[in-house]
């Protein structure tokens, strides 16, 4: 881990973000001056002042308390979205490229291909609204279309290892087909799920905030980031300070996350290591 | 009672599920996506009305992002491991580190309200399509940037570049004509790719300007549960995805003619 941030003080900065932001959302409960649901009307839209760091929203509810919360929304999101789809997609992808034959084209041609037909997030919208919002619903939708992303790391990946001769050895010294597959190929595939997860990170906080943003995403009045900044875009003229704090808090965390992944694959990688 | 009963034959309800599927796909190939829950019309109509103001969204974003993406791609490339190298390598982890609904409210107040500068939104004439363009196309123009430089870097090394500079070509010669015109292939490939997640931050651009285009309208389909209209809009931006791609196959072979399909 020491020679990861030790010439590279992008990701350190990276790092102390990514960690000063889990912590955040961890002891938000414990932090937040205020109720983050509590409405003080009469200062509604207040710019920040002593009392209100961030300032007030519509409703006079505490920015400061709602972003701290928020970061507690975005991260449980990130966090669950990129183990489940982690998960499930390592699972799947590496069984299919283990396996091979038709199990793998069933799995790669109809069943990755055909989500990947879809752009993006409109998949997850599409789920989202006939599904109907909710952190369990948007949970849903984000690993419905993320674990595609690991599947195909996945595969490759154990196509690629289970070649190698450490592989035939073990299936040499007569161990089944399944305890290669668990305790041989896929340990060895863990590095890049690992940058592909700090990633992931990243782009599922920003679906989170991106279907929350369109009103599909966390129900209110959870205080979620996307859904902040839609409140904030109804008052850019009297109260910009709504969107301006929501997408500082947004942007140092896809970029912490970013930059780790970055960090990561550069560690990794020995070719990148040199130059 | 009966006013349910009638509903639920008008929508085929009442019909077996497949039968229902085999309904909507025949109507499909025939050009037909529905009736509208919410206004009746059809729903191909109400495509086809803000279908062209979503690619010209899509055109002009892409457009801005290779104007930004080229020039500052070959830049970092040549002048790698310097200051403007650095400067751009900033620019472009922020780019893509910027979601478009972050980077539009934050243009708007910069530009719309505090500069006066450009109208916050609609879709009325070039100057409306500035904003929305910007705010759909930084995240590709960050992302094809980093392309343009890593595959400069590769290209400016290549024996056929040492060739043209020992020519005595000029080096905007050996570097526009010759370097970046190889350095540009895997360049396609990924916009064609990034062409996706471009229709789906339309989605949110749409939104935020209130551009009358097709995402904005899957939007106001979603809130008004007009799943017939929801549906045809999704399946139409996934067709044009595919389309896109499909083009990009094409056009890949025809730069680089080693390539066949």
Redesign the interface.
């Known amino acids: 881990m020491k020679e990861l941030f030790r010439n590279n003080k992008l990701a350190l900065a990276g790092f102390l973000i990514a960690s000063f932001l889990v912590a955040a959302a961890l002891l938000a409960p414990w932090l937040i001056p205020y109720d983050p649901a509590g409405q003080e009307l009469p200062s509604r839209l207040a710019g920040p002042s002593w009392h209100h760091p961030f300032g007030n929203d519509e409703l006079g509810r505490d920015i400061l308390s709602r972003l701290l919360m928020g970061a507690r929304v975005s991260m449980r999101v990130g966090g669950t979205v990129v183990l489940l789809s982690g998960v499930v997609g390592v699972l799947i992808g590496g069984l299919a490229g283990y396996v091979g034959g038709k199990l793998d084209t069933f799995v790669t041609v109809i069943v990755i291909d055909s989500l990947m037909a879809f752009p993006g997030i409109l998949l997850a919208i599409a789920l989202v609204a006939f599904l109907g919002p909710g952190l369990d619903r948007t949970i849903f939708a984000l690993v419905v279309i993320g674990w595609v992303g690991y599947a195909r790391l996945a595969r490759g990946q154990v196509l690629k290892i289970k070649t190698l001769e450490f592989v035939e050895a073990a299936r040499a010294l007569g161990a089944t087909s399944a305890r290669v597959y668990f305790l041989h190929v896929l340990p060895s595939i863990i590095q890049p799920v690992l940058v592909q997860a700090s990633i992931g990170m990243a782009t599922a906080v920003l679906a989170e905030a991106s279907l929350s943003f369109l009103g599909l995403g966390i129900a209110p009045p959870a205080p979620s980031w996307g859904a902040m900044l839609n409140d904030g875009r109804n008052h850019l003229f009297d109260a910009p300070h709504m969107v301006v704090f929501p997408s500082i808090a947004l942007v140092l965390t896809v970029l912490s996350f970013n930059i780790l992944a970055d960090a990561f694959r550069d560690w990794l990688d020995p070719k990148s290591l040199k130059s | 009672m009966t006013e349910v009963a009638r509903l639920r034959h008008e929508l085929g309800l009442d019909r077996p599920v497949l039968e229902q599927y085999q309904a909507y796909i025949t109507n499909l190939f025939h050009g037909n996506l529905g009736v509208s829950f919410r206004d009746q019309q059809p729903v191909a109509a109400s495509i086809r009305l803000r279908y062209p103001a979503t690619i010209e969204l899509a055109v002009a974003a892409l457009i801005f992002s290779l104007l930004f993406a080229v020039p500052a791609g070959v830049i970092g490339a040549i002048r790698k491991g310097r200051a403007a190298d650095r400067g751009l390598g900033v620019v472009s ?2 780019g ?4 478009n ?2 980077l539009g ?2 243009l ?2 910069l530009f719309s ?1 505090e500069l006066g500068l450009l109208p ?1 939104s609609g879709r009325d004439g070039i100057l409306h399509l500035i904003l929305p363009a910007l705010t759909l196309g930084m995240g590709l123009a960050a992302m094809t940037m980093r392309m343009v430089r890593g595959s400069m870097l590769e290209e400016i090394h290549q024996d056929y570049v040492r060739t043209a500079r020992a020519k005595g070509l000029r080096e905007r010669t050996v570097l526009f004509k010759h370097a970046l015109r190889n350095g540009l292939i895997p360049v396609i490939t990924v916009l064609g790719l990034q ?3 471009l ?3 339309a ?2 651009t749409e ?2 300007f209130s551009w009358p285009g097709l995402g904005r309208l ?2 106001q389909a ?2 008004a549960r007009d ?1 017939p209209l ?1 549906q045809g809009c ?1 399946l139409t ?2 067709l044009t ?2 389309l896109i791609n499909l083009l990009t196959d094409v056009m890949y072979s025809v730069v680089d003619p080693r390539i066949r399909l």
């Open positions: 982890l922020l893509v580190s910027l979601p609904f972050a409210p934050l708007i107040l309200i916050v062409m996706g997640s229709l789906a931050g989605v949110i939104t935020i899957t939007i979603i809130n799943y929801a999704i931006i996934s995805y595919i």
